[in-house]
């Protein structure tokens, strides 16, 4: 069984549910981190000295950290070669979407985005740097509507770990107040998401926890 430390309401945790759930594992999570603290103890800091979750434990093995990383892992040990390709080609270039939207797409949208619409009182935000980032993320997503304008999935026709990474953004991206552009391809990847029970259940999570008023 895996065992997750981390609160469900972080995105990389979020994204390593999901791919928990869509992979048909067993878990058990412990909140971790933000209002529930425990990230900054002795036991947890030995398992990621660095005090941030997502931390995964597979069985009696060593604590994993880093969310790509979990992904990487847990998609090479029980992924099919659907979602995580063996043939090294075929695996680089899933990789290769799951890096950009890892390294690329969330960053561009988490503290840039999200932090200021929902972790930023109204009164301190600023709205010229929020405007600017949107208008960089929707550069962003312009990539990811060629992408899906010709296939179902950010890599092909089946789920990825791509999507993973890809798409646990979209949730929250879709739920806050900010101006969107018409891009019908995300939309319809957006929409076909929310109807997996995995997405549902560890992505479309209430983030009211993490608002600042």
Known sequence: MLTVWGRKTSSNV??????????????RRIDVGHRY???????????????????VRDGDGEPL???????????????GDAFWPRDVVRR????????????T????????IFWRVVR?????????????AVRAFDRLLAI?????????????????????QFGHVL???????????????LRRYYDGLTLRPAYREHVMVSFDELRVT
Do not use: H
């Open 144 to 164: 990811a509507e060629v992408r899906l304008a010709a296939q179902p999935f950010l890599a092909g026709e089946t789920l990825t770990l791509a999507d993973i």
């Open 92 to 103: 680089a270039a899933v990789d290769m979407w799951a890096e950009w939207a890892k390294v």
């Open 105 to 112: 797409v969330a960053q561009a949208f988490t503290v840039p």
């Open 14 to 27: 979020q994204a390593v549910m999901w791919c928990i759930g869509e992979l048909g594992l067993d878990y």
């Open 37 to 55: 603290g425990g990230n900054d103890t002795p036991e947890f800091l030995a398992m990621n000295p660095n005090g941030l979750v997502p931390v």
């Open 65 to 79: 950290w880093e969310s790509g990383a979990i992904l990487r892992y847990l998609a090479a040990r029980y992924g």
């Open 171 to 185: 949730y929250r991206y879709f739920e806050i107040p900010v101006a969107r552009p018409a891009l019908p391809a």
């Open 120 to 132: 930023t009182a109204p009164k301190d935000r600023d709205e010229n740097a929020l405007a600017a």
